[in-house]
Nanobody, 114 residues
Framework: QVQLVESGGGLVQPGGSLRLSCSCACSTIPFHDYGVEWFRRAPGMQRKSVARLSNAGTVTYADSVKGRFTISRDNTRTMVYLEMNALRPEDTGVYYC??????WGQGTPVTVSS
């Protein structure tokens, strides 16, 4: 059984930073062989990818977060991270971790507001 738990969300002022973490209980899958991804579901919108890191190290970002967000992973600890800087109100939403395009966490909310 695979379980993902996100943490690190919260309320932050515009221009601030947050670091999201995703812990994967992944003993039944080869975590290092899977791509990992962060999605955001903005209020009233569909869930969309903001950052993806393949098992080979290829990184893809949504245009709206390029230069501000950084995705990383720790295969030893089966963790996924999203460093978010220069946050904007439009970054508000629930952030979800995904592993292998199949497994999902419950999400962690991020609110960017003054």
């Amino acid at each position: 059984q695979v379980q993902l738990v996100e943490s690190g969300g919260g309320l932050v002022q515009p221009g601030g930073s947050l670091r999201l973490s995703c812990s994967c209980a992944c003993s039944t899958i080869p975590f290092h062989d899977y791509g990992v991804e962060w999605f955001r579901r903005a209020p009233g919108m569909q869930r969309k990818s903001v950052a993806r890191l393949s098992n080979a190290g290829t990184v893809t970002y949504a245009d709206s977060v390029k230069g501000r967000f950084t995705i990383s992973r720790d295969n030893t600890r089966t963790m996924v991270y999203l460093e978010m800087n220069a946050l904007r109100p439009e970054d508000t939403g629930v952030y979800y971790c995904n592993v292998g395009a199949w497994y999902w966490g419950q999400g962690t909310p991020v609110t960017v507001s003054s």
